[in-house]
């Protein structure tokens, strides 16, 4: 059995050192290689010609990359309040930024190392792979220039969520992904009647659950012939002396740094592991519209649209993946997982407090909650049908006008647009 999902390990760093010390290695050994092994490969640039373009290519692509990665992080700062530090975070640390910020200082470094081959020992020689090598990487740098506006375009407010909704679609097709064939939840009885032999406590500085490691745990939980019960969910931050896990039904203790092992630990939540993060951080977004500083309520309905498809995708998903079997169907590891009213309260609690002064937020809830209804099995109706109440008991409240209270009770998938 696979694990729920992988770690994403950012080091913003490691990709533009590694491009530093290509260059750097390739600046070295090239143009000697091709003297001792081509000596006559001579380009038809004089030496004059050859140094004017790697010096304009030098000092340009340094500049280049001051300015570009100046304002780059200057709107990444812009959005971080304007969306949701967590989330622009996912932007700046893009593999994408890391390779251009490389590339860009690879090209750099590269071409005034190539100076020093040009007219060497007054030979007026200009070494032609080498200096062709340098155009190569400017193509290069200006492929990777392009890619990383297209990048930095995501911080636009509509790309954002529409990002940050794959990131969940994403993680609940994994997650969520064989519930068809599984089999129905054990009996509580089952596994909580065991004695509990063993409890993890966790010791450190706080950090966050960012993956169960299943196959490890089950197979722990095999050979100690027990069931490991998760305490902490995915996206819990693990604090001093906080219990992780229990282990039941074993006559001997597993060893510890064994079953730490089955948790992924990282600094922040990722989204692959957790659905719940994604539906938190366009939440975040829709709610940070919905402030009076900003007062943006068409973003808080394109907020929620994104909303309306993770919660259709998950209503129409078994939720109950919680309990995991050995190959000979034996129950070894039990972890816990949201519920269809824990996604929905999530989804809608927040919007609702902070848009139930707005028409058009209104009216896009109560076109989400009726569409819900009308796709959805019956057996999500009934939380369906209580956020149905609440959103209308919002708008008893909010609006005092009763032509007003009327306008807000009508489902309209734009907010202010057809009426359904």
């Avoid at 994403?8 to 533009?16: E, Q």
């Avoid at 290509?22 to 380009?43: D, I």
């Avoid at 392009?146 to 375009?153: C, G, K, P, T, V």
């Avoid at 829709?286 to 309905?301: H, M, Q, R, W």
Wanted: neutral net charge; contains cysteine.
């Amino acid at each position: 059995m696979r694990r729920l999902g992988s770690t994403r390990v950012n080091r913003i760093w490691a990709i533009p050192l590694l491009y530093v010390v290509g260059a750097l290695g390739l600046g070295f050994t090239l143009p000697r290689v091709e003297a001792q092994v081509f000596p006559e490969s001579v380009s038809g640039l004089s030496a004059s010609a050859a140094m004017a373009i790697a010096s304009a290519i030098a000092s340009g692509m340094i500049s280049l990359t001051g300015i570009v990665f100046s304002l780059a992080f200057v709107m990444v700062q812009f959005s971080a309040t304007a969306y949701s530090p967590r989330l622009v975070l996912w932007v700046a640390r893009d593999r994408v930024v890391s390779h251009a910020l490389g590339m860009f200082t690879a090209t750099f470094l590269y071409a005034l190392l190539v100076l020093s081959w040009v007219d060497r020992h007054s030979s007026g020689r200009t070494p032609l792979v080498s200096g062709w090598m340098v155009v190569v990487l400017l193509v290069a740098s200006m492929m990777l220039f392009i890619a990383l506006i297209d990048r930095i375009a995501l911080l636009q407010v509509n790309r954002m969520l529409v990002f940050t909704g794959d990131q969940g679609r994403e993680a609940i097709a994994e997650l969520y992904a064989a519930v068809a064939t599984a089999k129905p939840p054990e009996p509580v009885s089952a596994y909580e009647a065991l004695p509990v032999a063993q409890t993890l406590v966790y010791r450190g500085r706080p950090r966050v659950i960012q993956a169960l490691e299943v196959s490890r745990l089950v197979e722990l939980a095999r050979a100690a012939g027990g069931v490991i019960e998760l305490v902490a969910s995915v996206g819990d931050t693990t604090l001093e002396r906080t219990p992780l896990l229990r282990v039941r039904g074993t006559t001997a203790p597993v060893d510890e740094a064994q079953l730490l092992a089955g948790l992924a630990l990282g600094e922040e939540r990722t989204f692959e592991q957790d659905p719940k993060y994604a539906l938190r951080l366009v939440v975040d977004i829709a709610i940070k519209a919905l402030s009076p500083a900003i007062n943006d309520p068409t973003t808080a309905v394109q907020a929620l649209d994104q909303i309306e498809d993770l919660l259709v995708r998950l209503g129409c998903a078994e939720l109950d993946v919680g309990q995991y079997r050995d190959a000979s169907g034996a129950l070894r590891l039990v972890a816990n997982f949201p519920t269809w009213e824990d996604f929905l309260r999530l989804g809608l609690d927040e919007i609702r407090y902070c848009g139930g002064s707005s028409v058009q937020v209104m009216r896009r809830m109560k076109a989400l909650i009726k569409n819900l209804l009308e796709v959805l099995p019956a057996s999500r109706h009934a939380a369906l049908r209580t956020w149905e109440a609440r959103v209308q008991g919002t708008i008893e409240r909010s609006f005092t006008d009763a032509l007003e209270k009327q306008d807000a009770s009508i489902a309209d998938r734009q907010g202010l647009g057809i009426a359904d």
